[in-house]
């Protein structure tokens, strides 16, 4: 069975400090992998996802994530925080676009 | 472009009574999925549909909820009766192909009293 485990629920940083969200996956195959942001009182937005390919990825406002196939990570990063990024942050597996499996999702805090 | 629109955003009913969400996908879209957050479960994929048939709705908690698609530009998620364990936030999403992007609307905030 598909399952994603996001460790950290809710994570703090300084607005300018680098971050990294942490994401593992249990899947049998290669999956389809997924990071989503959620503002409050919005819907979600993909930011990232991983198909195949180059295990890195590039994504929208300056977010990256890798792959680590050894070690059934996706974690997400990016280099200057900005205040704008404090949402909800998803990572999501599937066998494809369609029946994906969220994680609980964390939570970040940008002190100014 | 207008993206997926919900309505109501936000619902407060009593528990017993009906509860209709609805939900227009992006034009073009051809697939639509209901999700449904909550705190102790996360955010969960309750239904899709494909050209308006459902594919897959083993999301579905139990039979009080049913899920429409009468046409490409709409769907219904109905709640009868509903119970105080229904209170969550709804999500519809739409893709253009199962195998795209999903985009999510601004979701349904339901509070069952």
């Known amino acids: 069975a598909q399952s994603v485990t996001q460790p950290d629920i809710h994570i703090t940083v300084s607005e300018g400090a680098s971050l990294e969200l942490r994401c593992n996956y249990s899947y049998g195959a290669t999956p389809y992998l997924f990071w989503y942001v959620q503002s409050p009182g919005q819907g979600l937005q993909l930011l990232l996802k991983y198909f195949s390919g180059d295990t890195l990825v590039q994504g929208i406002k300056g977010f990256e994530a890798e792959f680590k196939r050894s070690q059934s990570s996706f974690n997400l990063r990016k280099p200057s925080v900005h205040w704008s990024d404090a949402a909800e942050y998803f990572c999501?597996?599937?066998?494809?676009?369609?029946?994906?499996?969220f994680g609980a999702g964390t939570r970040l805090t940008v002190k100014p | 472009d207008a993206g997926v629109i919900q309505s109501p955003r936000h619902e407060v009913t009593e528990m017993g009574q009906e509860v209709t969400l609805r939900c227009k996908p992006i034009s073009g879209h051809n697939s639509l999925f209901w999700y449904r957050q909550t705190m102790m479960r996360g955010l969960e994929l309750l239904i899709y549909f494909n050209n308006n048939v459902p594919i897959d709705d083993s999301g579905m908690p139990e039979d009080r909820f049913s899920a429409k698609m009468p046409n490409a530009s709409f769907s219904t998620l109905k709640i009868q009766p509903s119970e105080p364990r229904d209170s969550a936030v709804y999500f519809c999403a739409s893709s253009l192909a199962r195998t795209d992007t999903q985009y999510f609307g601004p979701g349904t905030r339901l509070t069952v009293l």
């Open positions: 999501a597996v599937g066998p494809n676009n369609n029946d994906m499996r």
